[in-house]
T-cell receptor, first 113, second 114 residues
């Protein structure tokens, strides 16, 4: 039981390049989330999904897109990376919503130069 | 908009000293969760409080939920170096269309000097 996994762990992009971050969970959770963490800013929600085939915007969605084609996977895409997107990205999942704990992946450290 | 604030932002203690972090919400919360993130790691769930005035203990950690359900605290007795990390509180987002979401405080970073 791996829990929540994220790939890649590290990535360096040049401004304007695109990439996809993959999150996978093996706990059969309905809800999945993408956060970014910047120094002194805590965790900010980018996008989330309450079930397969559904996605919704969080607090800071601009510049990102997501897809949840399979229940166990949640993809985060950057179409045209900008230096402001340099951050640590965490994926999380929970079995339900606000009354259930969130399980976090190990994170992806992204640098955009 | 809805806010969850934590103080202090940083706390440096000598090993064996006590530590407290406070969490204050701009709105009444149905529950509050606490997470710990070790340096270089990811947030890990510690506990959830649901009832007004609730107090829960986990070994040296004591969690409280305020009577008005707008504030919470985490107290660590006799800190150890293993307590190092950032402690986050999180509460449910309570505006429409946000089912399932949590809003996180910015965290309190604890360092412990041996």
């Amino acid at each position: 039981n791996a829990g929540v996994t994220q790939t890649p762990k590290f990535r360096v992009l040049k401004t304007g390049q695109s990439m996809t971050l993959l999150c996978a969970q093996d706990m059969n959770h309905e809800y999945m989330y993408w956060y970014r963490q910047d120094p002194g800013m805590g965790l900010r929600l980018i996008h989330y999904s309450v079930g397969e085939g559904t996605t919704a915007k969080g607090e800071v969605p601009d510049g990102y897109n997501v897809s949840r084609l399979k229940k166990q996977n949640f993809l985060l895409g950057l179409e045209s990376a900008a230096p402001s997107q340099t951050s640590v990205y965490f994926c999380a999942s929970s079995s339900r919503g606000q009354t259930y704990e969130q399980y976090f992946g190990p994170g992806t450290r992204l640098t955009v130069t | 908009g809805q806010q969850v604030m934590q103080i202090p932002q940083y706390q440096h203690v000598q090993e064996g000293e006590d530590f407290t972090t406070y969490c204050n919400s701009s709105t009444t919360l149905s529950n509050i969760q606490w997470y710990k993130q070790r340096p270089g790691g990811h947030p890990v769930f510690l506990i959830q409080l649901v009832k007004s005035g609730e107090v829960k203990k986990q070994k040296r950690l004591t969690f409280q939920f305020g009577e008005a359900k707008k504030n919470s605290s985490l107290h660590i007795t006799a800190t150890q170096t293993t307590d190092v990390g950032t402690y986050f509180c999180a509460g449910p987002v309570n505006y429409g269309g946000s089912q399932g979401n949590l809003i996180f405080g910015k965290g309190t970073k604890l360092s412990v000097k041996p």
